[in-house]
Structures are given as C-alpha cells and as structure tokens.
C-alpha cells in the first residue's frame, strides 16, 4: 500500500448518515419532543451538549481518516480510534440521554431483561474488557481484519459492550442506579487492571504480533511497524489513565459535595 484511499474511503459517507439520522433524531424528539411524552423531564443544555459531543466522536473514530488509516497503515491510529470509541464516547453519550428516554424502553419486558442481566456491574466489567482482550489477540484481530463482515459485527458486539460497562457508572436514571460512589471509584479501578494486561503484551512485544501490518509501505511515517505498534499499545494505555483519572475525579468530586451538602444541610437544622 503506497497511496491513500480516496474522499470516501477516508470520510465514510454510511457513518456520516448514521450521525445525522441519530443527531436529527435526538433533537426532534429527546430535546425538542419530550412534551409529548409522559414524565418526561427537560433536556437540558448541558445534555445536547454532551450528546452531540459523543455523536461527534464517534463519527471522529469510525467515519474520518482515523479509521482508514488505522485498518490500513498504522497499528497505533488503529488504537487511538478504539480508545475513542470504547472509552470516551459512552461517557458523553450516557451524559446526553435524559433518563425518561430509557425508562421509556424499560416498559419492553424483554428489553428490561437483557438490559439490566449485561448491565449488571461484574457482568459488563468483565465482558467488555474479556471482548477487548480476545479481538487483541493476533491471530483474532488478523482474521477479522481480513473479513469485513466479521470485523464490524465484532466492533459493534465491543461498541455495546463498551456503552453496557460505562453504564452502572454514568446511569441516566436513579431507580437504576446500582453502585454508590464508593463502589463506582472501585468498579472504575477494576477496569483500569484488567485492560493492563492487553497493553502490556502490545508495548513489551519485542516483535511484530500483527502480521497485517508488518508489511505495508507507509508514505507519511517514519516510524518502524515495531515502533508504532509500541506506540499504539502507549497511546492505549496514557488515554486510559486519563480518562479513567478524570472519571475517578468527576465521582470523588461529586461524592464530596454531596456529602458537604448534606453536613450543611444538618448544621442547618441543628441551629433552627
């Protein structure tokens, strides 16, 4: 491979429908129709904001050059769009959707069931991160690079499992809401140690593991295919720090003000 592929292989139109359709979607329904469904409260602001980020990320990873580039050239891009689509766009995601949406689907008695069985905290820890683990193995992610059918079902199989194991931590909804602060800043320090294992064989691998890219010609790096695949294992592994940091703040914070305000609150009583 010596040459870049053209305007649509590199800005997938399919994927730009997909977020446009969502997009249109969640505005004319969630964040301007919610009158027109029972209990449904206010979308507010910082909720657009936060979905449309996420729509925005997830054309970023799967429809821009990222994903070309990444399938075809270079192993480290091919992980910068995994952290992106796996470990940052659930978050936002989950962040948008008011909770009337998903109670919504909750009346489905067979929706509810699978639902809250793959949200289970365990369950959806240890799935995604076993998934994650699996495609990451050689000769799994060398077949499947080789067949896109099965390449995108895996994705989407690791996309909802993604958003299934961000779920019990940023849950839109209260009633659902299984896991104190507490135990949400050791469910996120779990999945911190078992996505460990799957950068660690990438970044101390002294040879090349994925054969797909050991032998392409790349006009616009001057990296090794060993130098890079290193690199994507660290890339991998820093963007996992730091959103796995900042979601460990975001809760902590969160847990602290709470707890000041409800101090407040009883020092109030107290001098009434």
Same mark, same amino acid.
């Given at each position: 491979?010596?040459?870049?592929?053209?305007?649509?292989?590199?800005?997938?139109?399919?994927?730009?429908?997909?977020?446009?359709?969502?997009?249109?979607?969640?505005?004319?329904?969630?964040?301007? =129709?919610? =009158?027109?469904?029972?209990?449904?409260?206010?979308?507010?602001?910082?909720?657009?904001?936060?979905?449309?980020?996420?729509?925005?990320?997830?054309?970023?990873?799967?429809?821009?050059?990222?994903?070309?580039?990444?399938?075809?050239?270079?192993?480290? %891009?091919?992980?910068?769009?995994?952290?992106?689509?796996?470990?940052?766009?659930?978050?936002?995601?989950?962040?948008?959707?008011?909770? #009337?949406?998903?109670?919504?689907?909750?009346?489905?008695?067979?929706?509810? =069931?699978?639902?809250?069985?793959?949200?289970?905290?365990?369950?959806?820890?240890?799935?995604?991160?076993?998934?994650?683990?699996?495609?990451?193995?050689?000769?799994?992610?060398?077949?499947?690079?080789?067949? $896109?059918?099965?390449?995108?079902?895996?994705?989407?199989?690791?996309?909802?499992?993604?958003?299934?194991?961000?779920?019990?931590?940023?849950?839109? %909804?209260?009633?659902?809401?299984?896991?104190?602060?507490?135990?949400?800043?050791?469910?996120?320090?779990?999945?911190?140690?078992?996505?460990?294992?799957?950068?660690?064989?990438?970044?101390?691998? $002294?040879?090349?593991?994925?054969?797909?890219?050991?032998? %392409?010609?790349?006009?616009?790096?001057?990296?090794?295919?060993?130098? $890079?695949?290193?690199?994507?294992?660290?890339?991998?592994?820093?963007?996992?720090?730091?959103?796995?940091?900042?979601?460990?703040?975001?809760?902590?914070?969160? #847990?602290?003000?709470?707890?000041?305000?409800?101090?407040?609150?009883?020092?109030?009583?107290?001098?009434?």
């Amino acid at each position: 491979m010596s040459q870049i592929g053209g305007f649509f292989d590199l800005w997938n139109p399919v994927v730009l429908l997909v977020v446009v359709v969502v997009g249109y979607v969640y505005s004319r329904f969630v964040a301007k =129709g919610n =009158g027109n469904f029972a209990d449904a409260e206010p979308v507010t602001g910082k909720q657009k904001l936060y979905f449309y980020t996420g729509l925005a990320l997830f054309y970023i990873g799967q429809g821009s050059p990222i994903n070309y580039i990444g399938h075809h050239y270079l192993f480290s %891009v091919h992980m910068l769009q995994q952290t992106i689509l796996y470990l940052i766009v659930p978050i936002f995601i989950w962040l948008g959707t008011p909770a #009337w949406v998903l109670r919504l689907f909750m009346q489905n008695r067979v929706f509810r =069931g699978i639902f809250s069985f793959f949200t289970r905290p365990l369950i959806a820890l240890f799935l995604f991160n076993m998934l994650f683990s699996i495609y990451h193995m050689p000769f799994i992610m060398d077949g499947l690079m080789k067949n $896109d059918v099965l390449l995108l079902s895996y994705h989407t199989v690791l996309l909802i499992t993604a958003f299934m194991m961000w779920f019990p931590v940023f849950c839109p %909804v209260p009633e659902l809401n299984s896991l104190n602060d507490l135990k949400k800043l050791a469910y996120i320090f779990g999945n911190g140690m078992l996505l460990t294992p799957a950068c660690a064989l990438i970044i101390f691998a $002294d040879s090349i593991i994925y054969d797909m890219y050991s032998n %392409v010609t790349v006009p616009f790096t001057h990296l090794s295919p060993l130098d $890079d695949q290193q690199l994507g294992g660290v890339l991998m592994k820093i963007v996992q720090e730091v959103v796995y940091g900042t979601t460990l703040a975001y809760i902590f914070f969160r #847990w602290y003000r709470r707890e000041r305000k409800e101090d407040d609150d009883m020092d109030l009583l107290e001098t009434q």
